[in-house]
């Protein structure tokens, strides 16, 4: 009897090893991990441009702005009336990414969309390609004055970022 209490202590003694061995490997593992991490968060000059507010009054009727976000450039064209008719008389059809101008637009007169194109990532030209909105010297992509894609290699259009207007010529991106 005296050998088996023995016994019984004895893995109590090393059940209590095994468990602080391993619950010192675990923090040990976590305190080593943390750096590797926490490295994956962004760094403060990505997070000091996660939005950016732009003051629209100086870009005049049928001119474009370019601002930077998040280390790419956004392109803000205050559209004129036959930029905007010409935008909304495009059938969906025709379309090889499908979106209305509507759906594109929070007010018909802006258009603000991150300007890289969707096939390599070139920077489009404004006011060029074949209908009227942006072309891409790279490969030939032609964007409308949505940014539609309407020919070439890009296979979507170009995207919009999540933006807001906090008055009438102030806009937040981002």
Same mark, same amino acid.
């Given at each position: 009897?005296?050998?088996?209490?023995?016994?019984?202590?004895?893995?109590?003694?090393?059940?209590?090893?095994?468990?602080?061995?391993?619950?010192?490997?675990?923090?040990?593992?976590?305190?080593?991990?943390?750096?590797?991490?926490?490295?994956?968060?962004?760094? %403060?000059?990505? /997070?000091?441009?996660?939005? @950016?507010?732009?003051? &629209?009054?100086?870009? +005049?009727?049928?001119? !474009?702005?370019?601002?930077?976000?998040?280390?790419?450039?956004?392109?803000?064209?205050?559209?004129?009336?036959?930029?905007?008719?010409?935008?909304?008389?495009?059938?969906?059809?025709?379309?090889?990414?499908?979106?209305?101008?509507?759906?594109?637009?929070?007010? %018909?007169?802006? /258009?603000?969309?991150?300007? @890289?194109?969707?096939? &390599?990532?070139?920077? +489009?030209?404004?006011? !060029?390609?074949?209908?009227?909105?942006?072309?891409?010297?790279?490969?030939?992509?032609?964007?409308?004055?949505?940014?539609?894609?309407?020919?070439?290699?890009?296979?979507?259009?170009?995207?919009?970022?999540?933006?807001?207007?906090?008055?009438?010529?102030?806009?937040?991106?981002?």
């Amino acid at each position: 009897m005296t050998e088996h209490a023995s016994c019984a202590q004895e893995e109590t003694r090393r059940d209590f090893l095994h468990v602080a061995t391993a619950a010192v490997a675990v923090v040990g593992a976590a305190h080593v991990a943390w750096p590797f991490i926490d490295q994956m968060n962004p760094s %403060a000059d990505v /997070l000091a441009l996660s939005s @950016v507010e732009v003051d &629209l009054s100086p870009v +005049p009727v049928g001119q !474009q702005l370019t601002v930077n976000w998040r280390g790419k450039p956004v392109f803000i064209r205050h559209r004129t009336e036959e930029d905007i008719v010409e935008a909304r008389a495009v059938s969906l059809e025709d379309l090889p990414d499908p979106q209305s101008d509507e759906e594109r637009v929070e007010r %018909a007169e802006w /258009l603000i969309m991150v300007g @890289v194109c969707t096939h &390599l990532g070139c920077i +489009p030209l404004a006011d !060029q390609g074949d209908y009227g909105g942006w072309f891409c010297p790279c490969h030939g992509s032609h964007y409308d004055t949505s940014g539609r894609i309407r020919l070439g290699p890009a296979p979507e259009n170009l995207p919009v970022p999540g933006y807001a207007f906090t008055d009438d010529t102030t806009v937040v991106i981002g």
